[in-house]
């Protein structure tokens, strides 16, 4: 997340899709990662029917949940699109997904209907749509099935402005969007650029102590139930 590296989903490269986890009710589960610099959305990850040792079945929680079924979506659009990017289709996620109050670059939770809606119907949506930079940083917006030329609007200059060429740049601590109208007068407005800090101080979800009941020191939370589900007297099963 924002605070701690973990990799691969700290890697930051240009492909790269990292997932949070989202419960029943779309809050985000006590163990999850979050960030709005280096996760880019949520899925559902939380109950999460699947295989079990001993050719059982059972319900199991994790990130490791949640990442399966943005991959599993994410084929589904290559195969409709073989051109998209990594970039273009992180972007689309977040821009259909659903609003959440998950700390996410785009505080959402995949909405896999809206996402491939928005791509066979042709419809626009902006890469990157969401971003977090450090003051003086840039970055290149453009408009997915605009007709050129595209006219590019800052919400707020003095925080975030954007040039003719869709190059953004990053001027002062704050927040804006950027919005994207082409030659045939439709218009698209991003999620938040934030420039400066990563993450705002609150509570970092489960810090815990490593073996202590309620916590898992696995890494995974979903190897945790299935560990417990073999060894329930491991310190951490108390869940």
């Given at each position: 997340n924002d605070r701690t590296d973990v990799f691969p989903a700290n890697s930051n490269t240009p492909n790269m899709i990292t997932v949070a986890a989202s419960g029943s009710s779309d809050a985000k589960p006590?163990?999850?990662?979050?960030?709005?610099?280096?996760?880019h959305l949520a899925a559902p990850g939380e109950g999460i029917m699947s295989t079990l040792p001993g050719n059982k079945?059972?319900?199991?929680?994790?990130?490791?949940?949640?990442?399966?079924?943005?991959?599993?979506?994410?084929?589904?659009?290559?195969?409709?699109?073989?051109?998209?990017?990594?970039?273009?289709?992180?972007?689309?996620?977040?821009?259909?997904?659903?609003?959440?109050?998950?700390e996410t670059a785009c505080n959402?939770?995949?909405?896999?209907?809206?996402?491939?809606?928005?791509?066979?119907?042709?419809?626009?949506?902006l890469v990157p749509t969401a971003a977090t930079l450090a003051v003086?940083?840039?970055?290149?917006i453009s408009l997915m099935n605009g007709v050129e030329p595209i006219e590019y609007v800052s919400s707020n200059?003095?925080?975030?402005?954007?040039?003719?060429?869709?190059?953004?740049?990053a001027v002062a601590n704050g927040v804006a969007t950027i919005t994207a109208?082409?030659?045939?007068?439709?218009?698209?407005?991003?999620?938040?650029?934030?420039?400066?800090?990563?993450?705002?101080?609150?509570?970092?979800?489960?810090?815990?102590?490593?073996?202590?009941?309620g916590d898992c020191p696995l890494g995974d939370p979903a190897l945790c139930q299935i560990a417990c589900g073999i060894m329930p007297d491991l310190p951490f099963c108390a869940m």
């Open positions: 006590q163990w999850s990662n979050y960030g709005k610099a280096m996760v079945y059972g319900e199991l929680s994790g990130t490791s949940m949640a990442t399966p079924l943005v991959s599993g979506l994410v084929g589904f659009l290559k195969s409709q699109d073989a051109s998209l990017t990594g970039a273009q289709i992180r972007a689309l996620l977040q821009t259909t997904g659903a609003r959440v109050t998950i959402c939770r995949v909405d896999a209907f809206a996402a491939v809606d928005r791509l066979l119907n042709k419809k626009q949506w003086n940083e840039t970055a290149v200059p003095a925080f975030v402005t954007v040039d003719d060429a869709g190059v953004v740049t109208t082409d030659a045939a007068g439709n218009s698209v407005t991003s999620l938040d650029f934030n420039v400066g800090a990563a993450s705002s101080p609150g509570n970092p979800g489960n810090p815990g102590n490593p073996g202590n009941p």
